[in-house]
Nanobody, 122 residues
Framework: QLQLVESGGGLVQPGGSLRLSCAAS????????IGWFRQAPGKEREGVSC????????NYADSVKGRFTISRDNANKTVYLQMNSLKPEDTAVYFC???????????????WGQGTQVTVSS
């Protein structure tokens, strides 16, 4: 059974850092791009970042460029989102998702994790 489990969220002060993890099971992670998304209260879900199956191609939302870094470890079936210089507006539930098109970030996300809460506050 395909499963994605996010972890690493928590409460952090502005300017701080967190590293989120997305652990995959039940499918061959190596074949699929993975995206990170977030949803703040009262707002629509937004794409944060995506990484191709090999890790050779990444993209980021303008709001997080230069602060967030996506990476993956296919051997350990985990995708990461390193978040630095966090701002209160980064507060949201963060989700990872599988792009069901092989290899590249195409925007066709079909499987989602349950999410992990990130709160940036002093």
């Amino acid at each position: 059974q395909l499963q994605l489990v996010e972890s690493g969220g928590g409460l952090v002060q502005p300017g701080g850092s967190l590293r989120l993890s997305c652990a995959a099971s039940g499918f061959t992670l190596d074949y699929y791009a993975i995206g990170w998304f977030r949803q703040a209260p009262g707002k629509e879900r937004e794409g944060v970042s995506c990484i191709s199956s090999s890790g050779g191609s990444t993209n980021y939302a303008d709001s997080v460029k230069g602060r967030f870094t996506i990476s993956r470890d296919n051997a350990n079936k985990t995708v990461y989102l390193q978040m630095n210089s966090l701002k209160p507006e980064d507060t949201a539930v963060y989700f990872c998702a599988v792009d069901v098109t092989y290899y590249y970030c195409s925007g066709s996300f079909g499987y989602w994790g349950q999410g992990t809460q990130v709160t940036v506050s002093s």
